[in-house]
Nanobody, 111 residues
Framework: QVQLVESGGGLVQPGGSLRLSCAAS????????MGWYRQALGKKRELVAA???????NYADSVKGRFTISRDNAKNTVYLQMNSLKPEDTAVYYC?????WGQGTQVTVSS
């Protein structure tokens, strides 16, 4: 059974950092693109960051310079390092690997 399991969300103060992880099981995913999306309350889901199988990355303008996506193919895991967090980063974050989606993890940035 193929599944994605996310972890690392939580409550953090503005300016703080969090690292999200998304581990895939039930297959080999090194040839797939991986990414992170987020959906804030009342808003559409948006792409935050993506990484190709070759390691090329792209980011939403709103997170450039603050967030870093990376992957560990040996662990079938994709990460999102989030620094200098802002209240507007508050959302449910979802990982994707190929066409698979994680269950989502809440990130709340508040003082």
């Amino acid at each position: 059974q193929v599944q994605l399991v996310e972890s690392g969300g939580g409550l953090v103060q503005p300016g703080g950092s969090l690292r999200l992880s998304c581990a895939a099981s039930g297959g080999v995913f090194s040839s797939y693109a991986m990414g992170w999306y987020r959906q804030a309350l009342g808003k559409k889901r948006e792409l935050v960051a993506a990484i190709t199988s070759g390691g090329s990355t792209n980011y939403a303008d709103s997170v450039k310079g603050r967030f870093t996506i990376s992957r560990d193919n040996a662990k079938n895991t994709v990460y999102l390092q989030m620094n200098s967090l802002k209240p507007e980063d508050t959302a449910v974050y979802y990982c994707t690997i190929g066409i698979l989606w994680g269950q989502g993890t809440q990130v709340t940035v508040s003082s």
